[in-house]
């Protein structure tokens, strides 16, 4: 067992969650408050010819029935507002929701949402992303041309956005090659999964609406409760008790419009939580499934002159908050890599498919997978070392990647050499073994952050912040950042977070932008007030205010520290004054600029700010008679730039590689030729257990990193998802001499593939 | 049916009469609330909880073989030493069984009863030549496990009657007996497939008798005849082969979320080898730590 | 036929506290331990027994209280993860579940705990492979479990 000697760290929010005394949302009660249940479509595309409520309005213990017509009738959603939140006219996925319902309690809730009259004329299905591209296939979106659609976003029918990238000349590079290999990936959706299912309880008090709410992104959830329900910021107000995870399955805005407004329709506090079963099929943030088909043009040396991509990312039913996506898939299938020639093109589709959002690493793992595995087998064909061959074409500090962007100080060729020396590649194994490697890469997402720090008279500390804990650690991370500010511990601050009403704007725990963002903006506000004690303490010390530092508790004067007053006598004295409150909000460091940058459709994620970079070194056994993996071990390696909190972020790196080898292996949503999901439950739809998980070591590569957040640190919470999986389809491969080219690598799938034997 | 009620049985009688009168035996509860939970039939509306029935879980020693309580949970039988060293199988069927927690509640009669052919102890039961002893308030039978099973989640047993044992065979000298499964992950599974067997060798080392069951690839737990491929002879790279393909053919495996019926054949005869090959392993006298499946590695198991 | 409408009196002894409740005797024991105990610290992940959020102790031994009947657990010891512990003193499973890293989101943690807990009673010099084994009725999807195989080695340590 492999442990990572680290310093101990205990989280702020931690003997809540380890007493069973902190509160989730289904954790709240409030008086008077009533169940909500919600009626959903239950089919894939149809044409709706009959709502009817009065039934189920009738049920003794039913406060509200809503439908589309309770509502505003507007559209909504970012970039490409496409849906409303109630069916209208049309269901376009089966989680749809057509009805909600708040009654007495949980049984007659259902019973109302069951009476509720729903009939249909059923629609053809979408589900085949190549067919829905063609002029033939059926519309999901017949009026998608009178869409309001934000930005450079081409589009076309079952096209919900288009992307390409695109650099030097791909024709002529591919006719230069010495030889050209062409694959087909094919990776299937699956799921964030966080093990608590998401709740929303929402009461109203006057004109002003408070909800709590699982979410990952409390501002988001507002604004969409005020775009929807036409209401202004500052009358919604959303607090977030703890969160049971995310993994981006809870970013965007879901249900708390629809919990808002059966609240004010029933004239009480109502509740939502939902069910495992619900949590699989109704909210918009599946990982999307995705063909991805690459061919490359090489050099007899192994040098990669030429790369030609076509991406279709599922979409699904409606543009959650997904039209970056496409652009992003193509990074990802390019790869970190020299290229001087490249041209992909990448589409987002409908499909009647849940739909497509966030989830940790947004389109990365699969086109990682598919760029990593078609890595090895360029390698093969050139007779390389897959390793040296990613040495050779991989960038480096300097060089210039796929779409022009010439990249600072970074660290992926370290990344390559500390995980496969710690996973012993190159050694003698087994022949049912294999160590598989793959990198990958992330960018750092820059973007407004607020925070408040304040000292009180008895020199205790808060920090007021919008920024969201969904159990990274980053925000229990702001206390370490404002101790090391003011010369204090950490133990001396508490956080008043998650809560829209009292704390700036943050975007929330999405984009690994926690500790990026707001851990500016904590560093700025607890500067002004430093600067604040500093003043102080140079009057009391009768020295200049230059000399004076913060440490260990008290003020000193430099190179005297018997010279010394302490803190909490400093906020004691400015109590009395101007008291110690600071606000941070400093502008976002710049996304670089690329000269010439040739990109159609571009959604603003090919020049990349921070970029972290990563290496996964795998070893695998198969048991080759019934084609079931398992892997034995892992060593990665991360630049992620700073390190700020150790634990934390061995915990990202563990976590991250988990869920990717779930990916890998086992998890993977099946879809019925309804278009309904067949395994909406944790036993047919299997995470790994802790009897299944590998030890995993991690080698932090600590590149600094300008332009970046506090001392240097980049983005980590999604980067550990990137490239595992395809380090383990690279170990597959070793072992069965090709590579399983459809994702996740089942073991039926591996079975199909070892027993059919040089398909290539 | 009587209004609905919930009991506690304090005596075995207690709770024959109050399933003479309609009630529903409950142990664990596993199978029952999760299934009613989950739709697939309501809670009967009168239940009489047997779980507290010390005389119903016990493990004794019976003149002809060995008598196990039907309330004996997974996890004493994963331990029992009895159940260990005698009857294998039915310990490494009991070690895979879902989590630590379905193991200590879930319970053998539960199981057997349940009848679905993914159950894990039955296979292990029939090559070990168990019958279940069923009890009403009037009266009580031996019925073979091939008379119990009617189908997918289907038994013989009357409405008023109780598993309350199993009665398992007295194991003869130089015998040995096996369970593994294919899972894709090492824990929190349902058996995609299984097998067990059960293997008597003479002096020598011949195969003297032999049996094979399967799991999940028929309707109920499917019995395999391999002795005419198998007895008589020595336990090799041929006669393995050989019962893999036998019990590939015997199978009638269905396509659903968890393999298709191709991969299952296969799989199947792969399970009915490794069977095989550790109970024969373990009829000479090889210690094979329980379960096989993670002794040996079978599958995620490795 | 269901049960919905079967309420009894059931008397729970929950954390050495005896409760008189009156439930349907439909109802699982993890809604009556929630609602009508009134102890929120156990939750409700899946409703199958597939992720162990709501794991508790009766008599000592780890049930997924989602999938157990509140009546058929009178009479028995049930041990949440509030009995845990010592006054404000943390339980060391508790403790090193912290210090390790071991929690993030925490929705896992209480049930962890109580599987852990259990696992300890019976086993208290686990291997890693008891460890792996003891706990993987519980899932976690934040830590990859490492730093949890960690902690509870720790405590091991500790509770001996």
Redesign the interface.
């Known amino acids: ?1 492999a ?1 990572t000697d ?1 310093p ?4 702020a ?12 949302v ?2 709240l009660t409030l008086t008077g408050m009533l169940t909500a249940k919600f009626r959903y479509a239950g089919v894939a595309h149809a044409r709706i010819t009959k709502i009817d409520v009065t039934a189920a309005r009738a049920i003794p213990g039913v406060f509200a029935v809503l439908t589309a017509d309770d509502v505003p009738d507007l559209r909504y959603s970012p970039v490409v507002p496409d849906r409303h939140l109630f069916a209208k006219d049309t269901v376009r996925f089966e989680g749809e929701v057509v009805a909600a319902v708040a009654a007495i309690n949980a ?1 007659v809730a259902q019973q109302a949402a069951d009476a509720v009259v729903f009939e249909y004329d059923e629609l053809p299905i979408v589900d085949d992303l190549e067919a829905a591209m063609t002029d033939e296939s059926p519309l999901v979106h017949e009026d998608w041309e009178e869409y309001a659609v934000t930005g450079d976003t081409p589009r076309d029918r079952n096209v919900a956005t288009f992307s390409s990238i695109s650099k030097g000349d791909v024709d002529a590079g591919m006719a230069a090659a010495d030889l050209v290999v062409k694959q087909r990936y094919v990776a299937d959706g699956c799921h964030a ?5 998401r709740g929303v309880v929402a009461q109203w008090e006057g004109n002003k609406v408070t909800i709590w709410t699982s979410t990952q992104v409390p501002f988001d959830a507002r604004n969409g409760v005020c775009e929807t329900l036409e209401m202004p910021s500052n009358r919604v107000r959303i607090i977030v008790p ?6 981006g399955g809870k970013c965007g805005f879901h249900f708390e419009a629809h919990i808002a407004a059966l609240a004010k329709a029933a004239k009480r506090p109502v509740k939502i ?1 939902f ?2 079963e619900e949590e699989f099929l109704a909210p918009d943030r599946r990982r999307e499934s995705m063909i991805i088909d690459l061919e490359t043009g090489l050099m007899n040396d192994g040098s990669i002159v030429a790369r030609r991509g076509w991406v279709a990312v599922d979409n699904g039913a409606y543009t959650a908050d997904s039209a970056f996506f496409p652009q992003l898939a193509a990074m990802h299938v390019a790869g970190p890599y020299k290229i001087p020639n490249v041209h992909i093109d990448s589409s987002l589709v409908y499909t009647n498919h849940q739909p497509s959002g966030s989830v940790r690493a947004p389109t990365a793992p699969q086109g990682c997978w598919a760029c990593e595995t078609h890595t090895d087998e360029l390698a093969s064909a050139v007779n390389m070392d897959p390793v040296a061959f990613r040495k050779m074409n991989a960038i480096d500090t300097g060089a210039e990647g796929v779409v022009g962007q010439i990249y600072d100080e970074i660290g992926l060729q370290d990344c390559i050499d500390a995980a496969t020396k710690a996973a012993g590649y190159g050694q003698d194994l087994p022949d049912d073994e294999a160590i598989g490697v793959a990198i990958g890469w992330w960018p750092s997402f820059p973007g407004p952050s607020g925070a408040f720090v304040r000292l009180d008279a008895d020199g205790a500390g808060q920090i007021v912040t919008g920024a969201q804990e ?4 980053a925000v229990m991370t702001l206390r370490q950042l404002a101790a090391d500010e003011l010369g204090m511990d950490p133990e001396d601050f508490e956080i008043i977070y998650q809560d829209t009403a009292v704390a700036p704007y943050d975007t929330g725990a999405t984009g690994s932008q926690t500790l990026l963002n707001n851990g500016r903006a904590v560093v700025a506000a607890a500067e002004q007030i430093a600067e604040q004690l500093k003043a102080h303490a140079a009057e009391q010390l009768e020295a200049a205010v230059g000399d004076i530092v913060l440490a260990n508790g008290a003020a000193h004067v430099a190179g005297s520290p018997d010279k010394s007053v302490s803190i909490n006598e400093l906020a004691e004295i400015a109590s009395g004054g101007e008291m110690l409150i600071g606000k941070g909000s400093p502008v976002p460091p710049d996304y670089p600029e690329i000269p010439g940058m040739n990109c159609v459709g571009d959604q603003g994620v090919a020049a990349w700010a921070a970029p972290q970079f990563s290496c996964h070194a795998v070893r695998v056994r198969l048991d080759r008679d019934t084609g079931v993996a398992r892997v034995l071990g892992i060593a990665c390696a991360h630049d992620s730039g700073t390190i700020i909190n150790e ?2 972020a ?2 990202q ?7 990717g080898i779930g990916q890998a292996l086992t998890e993977g949503t099946v879809y019925g030729e309804d278009g309904r999901q067949k395994n909406p ?3 047919e739809y299997k ?1 790994q ?3 299944d ?1 590998p ?2 070591t991690t080698t932090f590569i600590q590149t600094p990193t300008t332009e970046a957040g506090p001392r240097g640190a980049k983005g980590l919470a999604e980067a550990p998802n990137v490239p595992t999986a395809a380090a383990i389809s690279n170990a597959l491969a070793k072992i069965l001499g090709q590579p399983v080219r459809q994702l996740p690598m089942t073991a039926e799938r591996i079975w199909e593939t070892s027993t059919a034997g040089g398909n290539q | ?1 009587s ?4 009991s ?1 049985a304090q005596s075995l009688d207690e709770a024959l009469t109050a399933m003479a009168a309609g009630a529903r035996p ?1 142990a ?3 199978d029952l ?2 299934g ?3 739709g697939k039939a ?4 009168s ?1 009489i ?1 047997i ?1 507290r029935l010390d005389e119903l879980a016990a493990i004794t020693p019976a003149t002809d073989g060995t008598r196990i309580g039907a309330m004996v949970t997974h ?1 004493t039988l994963m331990t029992n030493p009895i159940v260990v060293e005698q009857y294998s199988a039915l310990a490494d069927a009991a070690a895979l069984v ?5 193991r ?2 879930g319970t053998l009669g539960g199981n057997v009863m349940n009848g679905s052919p993914a159950m894990d102890t039955g296979a292990p039961l029939v090559v070990l030549g168990a019958t279940a002893e069923l009890q009403t308030s009037a009266a009580t039978r031996q019925v073979a496990l091939a008379d119990l099973w009617t189908g997918p989640g289907q038994t013989s047993a009357a409405d008023d009657e109780l598993c309350v044992a199993l009665n398992l065979a007295a194991r003869p000298a130089n015998s040995g007996s096996a369970y593994v499964r294919l899972e894709y992950r ?3 599974e349902i058996a995609v497939v299984g097998a067990a067997a059960s293997v008597v060798l003479a002096e020598g080392g011949a195969v003297e008798t032999v049996s094979v069951a399967l799991t999940a690839v028929a309707p109920t737990i499917l019995s395999v005849d391999v002795a005419g491929v198998l007895v008589g002879e020595q336990i090799d790279e041929a006669t393995l082969k050989t019962v893999a393909e036998t019990a590939a053919e015997a199978a009638t495996p269905i396509s659903d979320l968890r393999a298709t019926d191709r991969y299952r054949r296969h799989t199947v005869g792969v399970m009915a080898r490794r069977a095989v090959e550790a109970a024969a392993r373990r009829a000479r006298g090889e210690r094979i730590a329980i379960p096989v499946n ?1 002794a040996l590695g079978i599958g995620a198991a490795q | ?6 309420p ?1 009196s059931i008397n729970l002894t929950v954390n050495g506290v005896t409760y008189p409740v009156v439930a349907d ?2 109802r ?1 024991l993890l809604s009556v331990i ?1 609602t009508e105990v009134g ?15 709501c ?1 508790v102790l009766l008599d000592g ?4 209280s ?4 509140a ?2 657990a ?2 028995k010891a049930i041990t ?3 009995g ?2 010592d006054g404000d003193a ?1 339980h060391p499973l ?2 090193k ?5 071991g ?8 049930g962890m ?1 109580m ?1 852990a807990h ?2 300890l009673e019976r086993t208290p010099d686990p291997t ?1 492979e008891e ?20 902690a509870v ?1 720790e405590a091991a340590v500790e509770l001996r």
């Open positions: 067992m442990v680290t101990r760290f205990v989280r929010d931690g003997p809540d969650k380890v007493t069973g005394s902190g509160r989730y289904a954790d049984e999964l966080p093990i608590e299912p703890h969160l049971g995870g995310g993994f939580v069910s495992r969904c159990g990274t650690g634990v934390a061995h915990g790196v563990e976590g991250g590689v988990l869920m439950a944790l036993l995470l257990t802790f009897a998980a030890p995993i | 049916m209004s609905p009620s919930f506690i409950v664990g509860g596993t609330v999760v009613a939970r989950q309501p809670l009967p509306g239940l909880a779980d996890a879902g989590s630590p927690s379905t200590n509640v090492r824990a929190m993670r | 036929m269901t049960l919905e409408t079967a009894a005797t439909s699982n929630r102890l929120t610290g156990t939750k409700e992940g899946c409703d199958d027994c597939e992720c162990g959020a794991m031994q780890p049930v997924n989602c999938s157990y009947l009546a058929q009178e009479g949440t993860i509030e845990l512990g943390l508790q403790a579940m912290l210090e390790a890293g929690v993030q989101c925490g929705f896992c943690t209480p705990i599987s259990a696992l890693e460890i792996r084994i003891g706990l993987s009725g519980n899932l976690c999807r934040c830590t990859g479990y490492a730093k949890i195989l960690q080695g």
